[in-house]
């Protein structure tokens, strides 16, 4: 086996975003861009030289040929063994569970996560840690700092490994191991969820459901547990087959995007539940007959239903939600007499907590909830658990959740994302924003008051590390908010994300119309941003 030392330079682009680094395919295809980074990911994490490490992707375009570069990286500098599924696909929950369970050292993931694939779009990298998650700050800060000293990087040269090949086969010192990218994954599922009741509710006749996996990765997982283990009919799980690009679509499962099991759940002849994930598999969308789940309220019903599930039946320890997520966990957890930590965005913030088992649950607005059985969100794992709440509770979507609202009250939530917006613009209306917060708490605007206005910062209750400038937040009294924040995980100028919510504690006001409740607040949103004055926008590109 002969090791290549290939002489290189530093990019000035390779700092990771909130979940790796990522960019349009083009520039991971250029001279040295991926080889780069994968090697600084060498050189900062000393144990994977000798040690173990997972690898895989969610099948975008790019994927195979990334995965065969990393491989022969990864023999150059001296790795024990790559454990990678097969066809090179592994979903990150999955990524987190073959991590964890096979003890490795760490990782390699290649998503952009809900992106767009194809040639022309986009691809990224992360690298999580032996927890299986994300790596913390000082990891990816350590990875970036030495992106911008790299002199050069060492490679194998070798002919490619049999992806599609399940067994061990050897590259030098290196054995390199492709796995069935599903069965770890579905026994972990089998241990947290009552399949027999599951597969029963399937079996009645009286249960339709249908699983978008919008020809992204988990659709071989929820073919494999959802038909195959647990009964569904062929055809419950639609767009099944992974493709570079998607199919062309966008793999974000929200209403603008899964448009075809909207429509199945909609109108007079809908689907009793319906769910879609998205490209990397770790985000989730949940529907009822002619009712939408909120990512927020999700995790809230997870929360206070949770005894109610096979693998949680002892009860959880906590909740954890990004800051943009509703408040909803908080009424929860209060009502339980537990902890409900509000972190900044990115999983990774939610490792300590779930390491430390501060926490059982946690979820982000983004359309990402997990519990501690991974490190990384977990879209199929939450569709299970509303199977298994569905099949022991015996009601629809719609009266568990309004159930809870009249236990807890309504949080009203809606985000406006305004994509692709000048960079120098976004960041100038966060700064304009900033300069005012010291003067809007008491100010009247309508029939709402401000409380607070701050730029929230985290200190982490484990490790005492701190994160500044986590997204501007304006609460009013009664618990209803505005928060700004810029988005890390586009690959186009910037994305200035607007997240409200309402709270609503009287029943009699739980069925008016999210978007009329929420217009005053969308109001002084967009008035208090200035945001068609400064970004040139006068509507946002999508509104969840």
């Not at 250029?30 to 173990?52: H, M, R, W």
């Not at 990150?92 to 996560?113: D, F, H, M, Q």
């Not at 992204?216 to 493709?243: C, D, F, H, M």
């Not at 068609?532 to 926008?537: I, M, S």
């Amino acid at each position: 086996m002969e090791i290549s030392s290939i002489t290189s330079h530093p990019f000035d682009d390779q700092k990771p975003g909130t979940s790796g680094l990522r960019k349009k395919v083009k520039v991971f295809q250029g001279p040295n861009y991926l080889e780069n980074f994968v090697q600084s990911i060498f050189d900062t994490q000393a144990d994977l030289k000798g040690g173990v490490m997972a690898l895989g992707g969610d099948g975008r375009f790019y994927n195979r040929q990334a995965i065969q570069i990393i491989i022969r990286l990864a023999a150059a500098n001296g790795v024990a063994r790559v454990i990678v599924g097969q066809g090179g696909i592994l979903s990150t929950p999955a990524a987190s569970c073959v991590i964890r369970k096979y003890k490795t050292n760490g990782g390699i993931i290649l998503s952009a996560s809900h992106n767009p694939g194809g040639p022309d779009e986009d691809f990224g990298i992360k690298f999580n840690t032996a927890n299986g998650g994300p790596a913390p700050e000082g990891v990816t800060e350590a990875i970036f700092e030495r992106t911008k000293t790299i002199s050069e990087y060492r490679i194998v040269e070798a002919t490619d490994i049999d992806l599609d090949q399940l067994g061990i086969q050897q590259l030098g010192d290196t054995s390199i191991e492709v796995i069935d990218p599903v069965a770890d994954y579905a026994e972990l599922m089998k241990q947290l969820f009552d399949f027999e009741r599951i597969h029963q509710l399937f079996n009645s006749g009286l249960f339709q459901m249908r699983f978008d996996a919008m020809h992204a990765v988990t659709g071989p997982y929820a073919k494999r547990i959802i038909e195959g283990i647990l009964g569904a009919e062929p055809g419950t799980v639609i767009n099944g087959e992974p493709k570079e690009d998607f199919g062309g679509g966008h793999p974000d499962p929200n209403l603008a995007h899964a448009k075809e099991i909207v429509k199945l759940t909609s109108g007079i002849n809908a689907i009793d539940f319906a769910a879609a994930s998205d490209g990397d598999g770790d985000r989730n969308m949940i529907l009822g007959r002619n009712f939408f789940v909120t990512p927020s309220d999700s995790l809230a019903v997870m929360a206070a239903n949770a005894h109610l599930i096979k693998g949680y039946k002892s009860g959880i320890s906590g909740v954890a939600r990004s800051m943009p997520t509703s408040q909803a966990a908080d009424r929860v957890a209060d009502a339980l007499g537990l902890e409900c930590y509000e972190t900044p965005t990115g999983w990774k913030f939610f490792g300590n907590l779930l390491d430390a088992r501060k926490i059982t649950l946690c979820g982000e607005e983004s359309f990402g909830t997990g519990s501690d059985h991974v490190r990384e969100k977990d879209g199929l794992w939450a569709v299970l658990f509303w199977l298994n709440l569905l099949a022991v509770r015996q009601e629809s979507v719609e009266q568990i959740v309004r159930d809870h609202w009249r236990k807890f009250g309504r949080n009203f939530y809606t985000r406006y994302d305004y994509e692709a917006v000048d960079k120098a613009a976004a960041e100038g209306l966060m700064e304009h924003l900033r300069s005012r917060l010291s003067a809007l708490p008491g100010s009247q605007f309508g029939n709402y008051t401000v409380d607070y206005a701050d730029d929230f910062a985290y200190t982490d209750p484990v490790d005492g590390s701190i994160s500044k400038n986590q997204g501007i937040r304006i609460g009013f009294s009664g618990g209803s908010r505005i928060v700004y924040r810029l988005s890390g995980t586009g690959t186009v100028g910037a994305t200035l994300r607007v997240y409200l919510e309402a709270y609503e504690p009287d029943p009699d006001k739980h069925t008016l119309e999210t978007a009329k409740v929420m217009q005053p607040l969308v109001q002084i949103a967009t008035e208090l941003a200035e945001i068609e004055a400064r970004t040139g926008r006068s509507e946002p590109t999508v509104i969840t």
